[in-house]
């Protein structure tokens, strides 16, 4: 993993930066919902990352645990009153608890057929909801609206508590991804992803790091599940278990750029405003128009940017440093000749 | 209690017949381009509203309308490939998959602009009614649209066992640099599997346009169990797509006379990802 150069951390605090005052700048709820949305998907996508990006294993099922989050905690709320910021770590186990128990026996799955297997997995969590009364069934639930607080994730008179908690969820998880991708384990995973096979022969064990990355992934999407329950304030299957939900998360980290830490977040920053102000221009009528224009963007994107855009983005500082190096080499060769 | 059984057995036997040649289609380009097509539901789908208004607009029945939608789809099937997959084929395996879901919002949606989500039933064709032996019901177009998916599958196979052409797309689907060694412009072969595949689906689409709903999701459901079958038949298998079909039509229609119809989807799914977890490339899968 590289180190971060100055000019790097200059750009990143000042993103950063920008993202803290935003919402003092922008009021309008629709610019502030957008935003909120791109940083939720960011996070998912960057929760994805850490499976599909570093250990290979391309989940198409990523919503049944932000599903799981969602119901896990709503569920508690609804019937026990219980605070849903501990309904969120409920959510969180609860999520990587069936990540591990579906991942030990999908270990041996490869590409498709992993990918398949996840699609299955999904429908399966999104039928069974849709069917369980003690969950409401296809009703969904409704969150209770009283209280509202810092301490009860509730806010009524503004979006901009529920943008700053995102915004905390969202540099979470890329701090997860960080130590992911830059520890042992991070290398464990690449290795898994070029080959499961070499890996083991290396000594990694593939099955246990498999199931590391499915459980920390579904654990984030589990918190993105519980901000979106408390956000909306209503949940059902077809809002937070649609398999449509989980190809817009590989979609962004695709197009972001998946294996990259920031890859997905810069996915989700084109790709969301560009879903997101498209239906609010075209899907008013109802006539699929923008879902429409939404396919024919997809098909566009992995036709022309199968990378993603951080690729391109790192190929203009890969070249800036290899000039540099290329400069030092000939101070030393020079050097060496005098 | 027997007597329903037997009903169950033979709606699931049925049904997992029309599931069978969807997913031959599916396993073929599969097993030929090592693609996942997720918009092969949605070509269902476009065999299915091409039927529909052949009979709507010109009063073609289904029946006869079949060769039209075969060479239809298999057109369609071959400009997809030529114009976007094949773009896509030197790329990442996460591209080549994410191209096919948005090909599939792109048709779903093309659907719902040009003819609303409506639901829509064709009226009774030359294929009508039932026909009873020995206090079992056969529906006669469920009835034709297995034998057909029969007749279609055996086609196929004999054309990939028996032609030059379909021994070219066996001997690719088994190994490409071997076949290309052996003279085989795979590309071409790559657009033809590509066409067969969206030809069968059509075929399957205009006999299901004779019992079932037409409308532009319908793809979503045919294509997710058609996901299921050619994976727990096996990679590019299409005798094992044919069987898992059959087993999946009966776990469904069982599952759902056992448990709760509303949880059959849910059984399919189950039964799938149990039979993958005990043999992961599936039931004749190499």
């Known amino acids: 993993m590289r180190k971060v150069s100055t000019g790097q951390f200059i750009a990143g605090v000042t993103v950063l930066l920008l993202l803290i005052v935003f919402p003092f700048f922008v009021h309008h709820p629709i610019h502030l919902h957008v935003v909120i949305l791109v940083l939720m998907f960011g996070m998912l996508g960057t929760a994805w990352n850490i499976i599909g990006g570093y250990a290979g294993m391309y989940s198409f099922g990523q919503v049944a645990f932000f599903g799981l989050g969602a119901y896990t905690s709503s569920y508690l709320s609804v019937n026990f009153g219980l605070n849903p910021w501990i309904g969120l770590l409920a959510g969180g186990c609860v999520a990587a608890a069936v990540a591990a128990a579906i991942g030990y026996p999908c270990s041996n799955l490869r590409g498709h057929y992993f990918s398949i297997a996840t699609i299955a997995f999904a429908e399966i969590v999104r039928i069974v909801f849709n069917n369980w009364k003690r969950v409401g069934a296809a009703e969904g639930l409704t969150l209770p609206m009283d209280k509202p607080s810092f301490s009860h994730f509730l806010f009524n008179d503004s979006k901009q508590p529920y943008y700053y908690i995102i915004l905390a969820f969202f540099l979470i998880s890329l701090v997860v991804c960080y130590f992911v991708a830059t520890s042992k384990m991070g290398y464990y995973f690449r290795a898994i992803k070029e080959s499961h096979r070499v890996a083991e022969v290396m000594g990694v064990n593939v099955v246990l790091y498999r199931l590391i990355a499915v459980m920390i992934s579904a654990f984030l999407c589990a918190m993105a599940g519980t901000f979106y329950a408390q956000y909306v304030l209503y949940i059902d299957p077809d809002s937070v278990m649609l398999l449509p939900f989980s190809v817009q998360i590989v979609l962004i980290s695709m197009l972001g750029g998946a294996g990259s830490i920031l890859g997905p977040a810069i996915g989700a920053a084109i790709l969301i405003p560009a879903s997101e102000y498209t239906r609010i221009a075209l899907g008013a009528k109802g006539n699929g128009v923008d879902m429409l224009v939404y396919g024919f963007l997809i098909v566009v994107i992995s036709m022309f940017y199968p990378e993603g855009v951080w690729s391109l983005i790192s190929r203009i500082g890969r070249k800036k440093t290899r000039t540099s190096l290329h400069a030092a080499d000939k101070a030393e060769a020079a050097s060496a000749q005098r | ?286």
Not at chain 2, 99 to 106: H, N, R
Not at chain 2, 211 to 221: A, H, R, S
Not at chain 2, 228 to 247: D, P
Request: proline content about 3%; some cysteine; glycine content about 12%.
């Open chain 2, 1 to 286: 209690m027997s007597g329903q059984l037997l009903q169950q057995l033979v709606d699931g036997v049925l049904i997992g017949l029309v599931y069978s040649l969807v997913a031959i289609g599916l396993t073929l380009i599969w097993g030929v381009m090592n693609i996942v097509n997720f918009a092969h539901g949605d070509f269902l789908m476009v065999g299915m509203f091409a039927s529909f208004w052949l009979y709507t607009l010109f009063h073609i029945d289904p029946l006869f309308s079949i060769p039209i939608c075969f060479f239809g789809m298999f057109l369609l099937g071959m400009g997809i490939y030529r114009f976007i997959v094949r773009k896509v084929m030197k790329g990442p395996l996460l591209a080549q998959m994410v191209v096919t879901f948005g090909m599939s919002i792109f048709i779903c949606n093309l659907a719902v602009y040009l003819w609303t989500p409506d639901f829509r039933l064709l009226p009774p064709t030359i294929l009508q009614g039932t026909w009873q032996f020995r206090g079992i019901y056969f529906s006669i177009p469920k009835v034709v649209a297995s034998a057909g998916s029969v007749i279609a599958s055996g086609c196929v196979l004999l054309f990939l066992k028996k032609t030059n052409m379909g021994r070219a797309i066996l001997a690719t689907e088994m190994d490409r640099d071997a076949a290309v060694l052996m003279g085989i412009n795979t590309d071409r072969i790559n657009g033809l599997s590509f066409g067969i595949g969206a030809a069968l689906v059509g075929v399957a689409g205009a006999f299901l346009s004779t019992y079932y709903y037409i409308y532009p999701q319908v793809g979503g459901l045919f294509g997710t169990i058609a996901f299921c079958v050619v994976a727990l038949g096996g990679f590019g298998s299409v005798e094992g797509a044919l069987i898992a079909g059959i087993f999946v039509g009966l776990a469904q229609t069982l599952g759902g006379f056992f448990f709760d119809p509303a949880y059959k989807y849910a059984i399919v799914f189950s039964i799938y990802l149990i039979t993958i977890w005990i043999k992961p490339k599936g039931l004749l899968g190499w």
